[in-house]
């Protein structure tokens, strides 16, 4: 698997609070990877370093390339959508188009106009005159519209209705992805969009928690529904997590066989959201 991003040791201190430490990490090409932790996780910092927009120790190849010395490198090949807004609220449309056809050698303004006809946005509208779904659209078109080798993506589709959202991802995966690009996304949405990924990153108080592609999650952990006359036996198998729902006892293990497991209730693979939690009350 061809390296897009390796991490190795990565730290980097506000003041005297760390917001990344110790952070290791690889990223393959043609992957979907969720970076995903709570507010103040450091999710933003891992970003902004692989972005080559802050300073931090440690070792950072991107696409081969260190982003601190060589970034203007670096972006010919990378894209990014923030979280929030960074055209001007002044600008047209049409020039929003003529700005990045300016400034990037390779965006393709034939695809972002074919984009934004499928869309209601007008050439001649301003920034300001469009929704907040219609920004996030715009920023989609012209992003789409530059053949990078890696997309980075933070809160896209933050403050979004949920048909916003549901579009933004379709058209990335029908539009955009292929097994050539790779996407890195931060997400407070884990439930929406966790069939996406291909890998997941859980970070919590600078740290990574979790590092591990989608399909191997089964094989590492497992959740029980315990049925009441079997929940001292099972926490006896060291269970890493347990809630109770409507009565009943949910245990999360990690290492454990099915064949220990399924005596005690019903068996399933934990989806990503309910991981997320357990492993972030676990690190708390």
């Known amino acids: 698997m061809t390296a897009v991003i390796e991490a190795r040791g990565l730290r980097k201190l506000y003041h005297t609070s760390p917001a990344l430490e110790d952070v290791s990490f690889t990223?393959?090409?043609?992957?979907?990877?969720?970076l995903i932790g709570p507010n103040g996780a450091g999710k933003t910092t891992a970003l902004k370093a692989i972005l080559g927009l802050t300073h931090f120790q440690g070792e950072l190849r991107v696409?081969?390339?260190?982003?601190?010395?060589?970034?203007?490198?670096?972006?010919?090949?990378?894209?990014?959508?923030a979280d929030v807004a960074v055209l001007p609220r002044w600008l047209r449309v049409s020039q929003a188009l003529d700005l990045v056809e300016g400034?990037?050698?390779?965006?393709?303004?034939?695809?972002?106009?074919?984009?934004?006809?499928?869309?209601?946005?007008?050439?001649?509208?301003?920034?300001?005159?469009?929704?907040?779904?219609?920004?996030?659209?715009?920023?989609?078109?012209?992003?789409l519209a530059i053949d990078a080798r890696l997309l980075v993506l933070d809160e896209p589709t933050l403050g979004l209705d949920l048909l916003y959202r549901r579009q933004f991802y379709d058209t990335l995966l029908n539009d955009y992805f292929d097994k050539e690009r790779t996407i890195l996304v931060t997400t407070h949405q884990v439930e929406e969009i966790e069939n996406l990924f291909t890998d997941v990153l859980f970070i919590k108080h600078g740290r990574v928690v979790l590092d591990s592609s989608v399909e191997s999650l089964a094989d590492r952990y497992l959740q029980v529904t315990v049925t009441p006359d079997n929940v001292t036996r099972a926490q006896a198998f060291l269970p890493f997590y347990e809630r109770e729902v409507f009565g009943r006892v949910v245990m999360i293990f990690e290492g454990r066989t099915a064949a220990e497991l399924a005596p005690l209730g019903e068996l399933r693979t934990p989806s990503i959201a309910d991981l997320f939690v357990a492993k972030m009350e676990k690190a708390a």
């Open 63 to 81: 696409l081969g390339l260190d982003p601190r010395s060589r970034r203007d490198e670096l972006m010919r090949d990378v894209s990014f959508i």
């Open 27 to 34: 990223v393959g090409s043609g992957r979907i990877v969720g």
């Open 103 to 143: 400034v990037h050698t390779r965006f393709n303004r034939a695809r972002a106009t074919e984009f934004l006809r499928r869309t209601d946005i007008r050439m001649r509208s301003r920034v300001r005159e469009l929704s907040k779904g219609m920004v996030t659209q715009l920023h989609l078109a012209l992003t």
